[in-house]
């Protein structure tokens, strides 16, 4: 039932997830997915609202754990680890796992102390100057300290919107994660903020193993090596980018890429 | 029917929102509007008004209470040959010391002296003692000569104020004209405390009773509030146990506050039998009565904070504590300040509680401690507006308008902590 094109199960895999099922309660929310996220690339999960591709990303960091109704069953390992496992430490997994969030969520803290929060929690710099290193470091990859390095310590929250999400991946990538997970990352900001993060995205890809959910097939189209598309909480196809824009093999795939639903 | 020829001629004739019909219905709704808005400020200005009036009423009856009827006295301690020295008038037992020396008579036959005999005999019978204290605060007075201004007797102050005998009003006009009596500011009711006459009095024993039994109180209420609040948003599981509790503290927050002062009476007056009056079991009692306003204030504003801060702080590893203490505390403890300041107004002026457990006693020195016999603001209030003595009804005003500084202190720091705290996310 679910169609994976070849090549995409490599022993590299940096997330090798194996028959991954959630609930809320009594509802399947995610029914038997098992995909291999590669490292190198970026992998976008695409499909109609309400498939389930945000909630499996939330399995990655284990970010359903927050909601008490929700349980997660099957295999995810990074690196041969079982994340889901309840010996699995979740802090250190979200320290190695990063995410951004669809809705800019800046702490309503100076910018410095946003970036510095993760590092310092973490114990990562023992040095006001370390710390600094890594917050201009951090700005810098997520091409946001040109605009802000003369106001580190004006509030995160008096930045425009697509500037807030930079700095939300700038927190994420303060942390050093191997991962990140991005939940529809654009979707509430204009195009020239958009075509920022998107341009973002590429510069990062290969340095860190980037997953983004994404409703739009153009940025999908446009930011990823990989796709999978999800379909009432089932991974229809799974294959590379441009097979599944130009070379769907299912018929589900090939009508929700016409735009015929969803 | 419905042929395009009938929704032409329709349409041609009139559209539907430009009919006199339309037009009376929009007349009636901005009516309407308009009698509310009316209604409104009608409102507003009736709470002004009331407002006004009772703190104009307040303030003019107790701008009187912070005067009082005083007759100047000029004493040459050397003449008089009242003895003492630095070491003997700040020792403990100098008031007792000067008491034995004569003092009382000095200042008994200066006043006649000086005033005339029926004039010294309407001197406040504890004239002396302000003497004393001016002695014992400044030693040095003893080598000299000074003028007081010497509290006259509650029946010559009533007389001055126009009331009270004919005798009284009589002698009272006699010597403000030959300038020998006159209405002073009277500090000293700031510092002194309770007593007898009204021309005695002082606030200061029940203020600093009310800031004794606030400061144990808010130690106890503030933060075992806050960890409820936090523990019951963050931490619960959310099942029969914690709806029962959640329901428990509502009512809490709605028990009648002599229920309170029952429970002071019974439970912590049984533990610490010889505590009767003290500001530690008043403020025990208070805040059992604040806590669940600080619990539910604080679960509302722990619940304001934006679940995509605590997103956030989750994904890049704050462990559950971290989220709590970096980011949700912060952000929600203005409302908690909120909260507990509503709280704790509510128990500054609270009487019938501290009624039960004895702070209504009469405590005519200000408490020295935690433990020591205390009255609280309201209470004192309460007591003076009981007596008969005219005197008091003025001193009962004053007593008012220092609670209400109290309050508007109290209020105005929280506010300042507030927008200190706040933050916009």
Same mark, same amino acid.
């Given at each position: 039932?679910?169609?994976?094109?070849?090549?995409?199960?490599?022993?590299?895999?940096?997330?090798?997830?194996?028959?991954?099922?959630?609930?809320?309660?009594?509802?399947?929310?995610?029914?038997?997915?098992?995909?291999?996220?590669?490292?190198?690339?970026?992998?976008?999960?695409?499909?109609?609202?309400?498939?389930?591709?945000?909630?499996?990303?939330?399995?990655?960091?284990?970010?359903?754990?927050?909601?008490?109704?929700?349980?997660?069953?099957?295999?995810?390992?990074?690196?041969?680890?079982?994340?889901?496992?309840?010996?699995?430490?979740?802090?250190?997994?979200?320290?190695?796992?990063?995410?951004?969030?669809?809705?800019?969520?800046?702490?309503?803290?100076?910018?410095?102390?946003?970036?510095?929060?993760?590092?310092?929690?973490?114990?990562?710099?023992?040095?006001?100057?370390?710390?600094?290193?890594?917050?201009?470091?951090?700005?810098?990859?997520?091409? +946001?300290? *040109? !605009?802000?390095?003369?106001? @580190? /310590?004006?509030?995160? #929250? %008096?930045?425009?919107?697509?500037?807030?999400?930079? =700095?939300?991946?700038?927190?994420?990538?303060?942390?050093?994660?191997?991962?990140? +997970?991005? *939940? !529809?990352?654009?979707?509430? @900001? /204009?195009?020239?903020? #958009? %075509?920022?993060?998107?341009?973002?995205?590429?510069? =990062?890809?290969?340095?860190?193993?980037?997953?983004?959910?994404?409703?739009?097939?153009?940025?999908?189209?446009?930011?990823?090596?990989?796709?999978?598309?999800?379909?009432?909480?089932?991974?229809?196809?799974?294959?590379?980018?441009?097979?599944?824009?130009?070379?769907?093999?299912?018929?589900?795939?090939?009508?929700?890429?016409?735009?015929?639903?969803? | 029917?419905?042929?395009?020829?009938?929704?032409?001629?329709?349409?041609?004739?009139?559209?539907?929102?430009?009919?006199?019909?339309?037009?009376?219905?929009?007349?009636?709704?901005?009516?309407?509007?308009?009698?509310?808005?009316?209604?409104?400020?009608?409102?507003?200005?009736?709470?002004?008004?009331?407002?006004?009036?009772?703190?104009?009423?307040?303030?003019?009856?107790?701008?009187?209470?912070?005067?009082?009827?005083?007759?100047?006295?000029?004493?040459?301690?050397?003449?008089?040959?009242?003895?003492?020295?630095?070491?003997?008038?700040?020792?403990?037992?100098?008031?007792?010391?000067?008491?034995?020396?004569?003092?009382?008579?000095?200042?008994?036959?200066?006043?006649?002296?000086?005033?005339?005999?029926?004039?010294?005999?309407?001197?406040?019978?504890?004239?002396?003692?302000?003497?004393?204290?001016?002695?014992?605060?400044?030693?040095?007075?003893?080598?000299?000569?000074?003028?007081?201004?010497?509290?006259?007797?509650?029946?010559?102050?009533?007389?001055?104020?126009?009331?009270?005998?004919?005798?009284?009003?009589?002698?009272?006009?006699?010597?403000?004209?030959?300038?020998?009596?006159?209405?002073?500011?009277?500090?000293?009711?700031?510092?002194?405390?309770?007593?007898?006459?009204?021309?005695?009095?002082?606030?200061?024993?029940?203020?600093?009773?009310?800031?004794?039994?606030?400061?144990?109180?808010?130690?106890?209420?503030?933060?075992?509030?806050?960890?409820?609040?936090?523990?019951?948003?963050?931490?619960?599981?959310?099942?029969?146990?914690?709806?029962?509790?959640?329901?428990?503290?509502?009512?809490?927050?709605?028990?009648?506050?002599?229920?309170?002062?029952?429970?002071?009476?019974?439970?912590?007056?049984?533990?610490?039998?010889?505590?009767?009056?003290?500001?530690?079991?008043?403020?025990?009692?208070?805040?059992?009565?604040?806590?669940?306003?600080?619990?539910?204030?604080?679960?509302?504003?722990?619940?304001?904070?934006?679940?995509?801060?605590?997103?956030?702080?989750?994904?890049?590893?704050?462990?559950?504590?971290?989220?709590?203490?970096?980011?949700?505390?912060?952000?929600?403890?203005?409302?908690?300040?909120?909260?507990?300041?509503?709280?704790?107004?509510?128990?500054?002026?609270?009487?019938?509680?501290?009624?039960?457990?004895?702070?209504?006693?009469?405590?005519?020195?200000?408490?020295?401690?935690?433990?020591?016999?205390?009255?609280?603001?309201?209470?004192?209030?309460?007591?003076?507006?009981?007596?008969?003595?005219?005197?008091?009804?003025?001193?009962?005003?004053?007593?008012?308008?220092?609670?209400?500084?109290?309050?508007?202190?109290?209020?105005?720091?929280?506010?300042?902590?507030?927008?200190?705290?706040?933050?916009?996310?």
């Amino acid at each position: 039932m679910t169609v994976i094109h070849p090549n995409m199960n490599d022993e590299s895999a940096k997330i090798r997830a194996r028959d991954v099922c959630v609930f809320y309660g009594e509802k399947k929310a995610i029914d038997n997915v098992s995909i291999d996220i590669s490292p190198d690339y970026v992998t976008a999960f695409i499909g109609p609202s309400g498939c389930g591709k945000s909630t499996f990303l939330r399995c990655f960091n284990r970010m359903n754990d927050t909601i008490g109704a929700a349980r997660v069953t099957g295999r995810i390992e990074l690196e041969g680890e079982n994340i889901l496992d309840n010996t699995m430490d979740v802090v250190q997994l979200r320290a190695r796992v990063g995410m951004v969030f669809q809705k800019p969520n800046p702490f309503p803290k100076s910018i410095y102390e946003n970036i510095a929060y993760g590092p310092k929690i973490h114990g990562l710099a023992d040095k006001k100057a370390d710390l600094d290193v890594i917050v201009e470091r951090s700005l810098t990859r997520a091409g +946001l300290w *040109d !605009e802000v390095k003369d106001r @580190l /310590d004006d509030s995160g #929250t %008096a930045l425009s919107g697509g500037q807030q999400q930079r =700095l939300c991946i700038a927190r994420a990538i303060a942390v050093d994660p191997e991962v990140i +997970l991005m *939940d !529809e990352p654009a979707s509430a @900001l /204009d195009p020239i903020a #958009t %075509a920022k993060i998107e341009e973002l995205i590429d510069e =990062l890809s290969g340095r860190y193993a980037i997953v983004i959910v994404t409703h739009s097939m153009q940025q999908a189209a446009r930011v990823s090596q990989r796709t999978a598309f999800f379909h009432l909480g089932k991974m229809v196809e799974y294959g590379p980018t441009s097979e599944i824009f130009t070379n769907p093999i299912e018929e589900r795939t090939k009508d929700y890429i016409t735009g015929r639903y969803g | 029917m419905n042929s395009p020829a009938t929704t032409a001629a329709g349409s041609a004739a009139i559209a539907p929102t430009r009919t006199p019909a339309f037009e009376a219905r929009l007349a009636k709704r901005y009516r309407a509007e308009r009698n509310f808005r009316l209604m409104g400020l009608g409102a507003v200005i009736f709470s002004v008004a009331v407002l006004v009036f009772l703190l104009g009423n307040m303030l003019v009856n107790g701008i009187a209470g912070f005067q009082r009827a005083e007759m100047p006295v000029t004493i040459n301690f050397v003449e008089a040959g009242v003895e003492g020295d630095a070491v003997s008038l700040t020792a403990p037992t100098a008031l007792q010391t000067l008491e034995m020396g004569g003092l009382p008579d000095v200042v008994e036959f200066y006043a006649e002296a000086q005033l005339g005999e029926d004039a010294a005999r309407e001197l406040s019978p504890d004239a002396w003692r302000d003497v004393a204290a001016a002695l014992m605060a400044d030693p040095a007075l003893i080598a000299g000569t000074r003028t007081f201004q010497l509290a006259a007797s509650s029946n010559l102050a009533t007389g001055l104020a126009g009331e009270g005998s004919p005798e009284m009003q009589a002698l009272a006009n006699r010597l403000v004209s030959e300038g020998k009596l006159a209405k002073n500011w009277d500090w000293g009711f700031l510092a002194r405390s309770d007593a007898t006459s009204p021309q005695a009095v002082g606030i200061w024993g029940a203020l600093k009773g009310s800031i004794l039994t606030m400061l144990v109180t808010l130690v106890l209420a503030f933060p075992v509030g806050v960890l409820s609040a936090l523990y019951l948003e963050e931490y619960a599981p959310k099942n029969r146990w914690t709806d029962i509790i959640e329901v428990s503290i509502n009512n809490l927050a709605a028990v009648p506050s002599i229920i309170f002062g029952l429970l002071g009476l019974a439970v912590f007056l049984a533990i610490f039998p010889n505590m009767r009056s003290a500001p530690l079991i008043g403020g025990m009692t208070l805040a059992l009565m604040t806590m669940p306003v600080i619990v539910i204030s604080g679960r509302n504003a722990i619940k304001a904070v934006p679940p995509s801060i605590r997103d956030g702080a989750l994904a890049v590893g704050a462990s559950p504590v971290q989220v709590v203490f970096h980011h949700v505390l912060p952000l929600a403890l203005p409302g908690m300040l909120t909260g507990t300041i509503i709280g704790m107004a509510r128990a500054l002026g609270e009487t019938a509680p501290l009624l039960m457990i004895g702070m209504r006693a009469f405590v005519a020195t200000p408490p020295d401690g935690f433990t020591s016999p205390a009255t609280v603001l309201p209470v004192q209030i309460f007591l003076w507006s009981d007596e008969i003595n005219r005197g008091f009804v003025e001193r009962t005003s004053a007593a008012i308008i220092v609670l209400l500084a109290f309050l508007l202190l109290m209020n105005g720091l929280a506010i300042y902590l507030r927008n200190k705290f706040e933050k916009s996310w």
